[in-house]
Nanobody, 114 residues
């Protein structure tokens, strides 16, 4: 049974930083690419970033390119999202997901506001 537990969200001022974590279990973590999504209130969920199985390949939405960095630690079965230069439009619930499975975690709220 796939389990994904996101953490690290919170309230931050514009220009600030946060690092999100997603602890995964229930599958062979190192064999699957991972993604971060986000869903602003009242809007559809959108893809933010993708990382390959060994972490050598990453892709980002244009809206976060140059500000966000996805990484993973296969020994800890954890994927991260480092978010810098945060903007109010980054406010959303952030979710991680395993490519090939339909399961979602509970998400973690990120609010960027002064």
């Amino acid at each position: 049974q796939v389990q994904l537990v996101e953490s690290g969200g919170g309230l931050v001022q514009p220009g600030g930083s946060l690092r999100l974590s997603c602890a995964a279990s229930g599958f062979t973590f190192r064999n699957y690419a991972m993604r971060w999504y986000r869903q602003p209130s009242g809007k559809e969920r959108e893809l933010v970033a993708t990382i390959s199985t060994a972490g050598g390949s990453t892709n980002y939405a244009d809206s976060v390119k140059g500000r966000f960095t996805i990484s993973r630690d296969n020994a800890r079965r954890t994927v991260y999202l480092q978010m810098n230069s945060l903007k109010p439009e980054d406010t959303a619930v952030y979710y991680c997901k395993v490519l090939g499975f339909s399961d979602w975690g509970q998400g973690t709220q990120v609010t960027v506001s002064s």
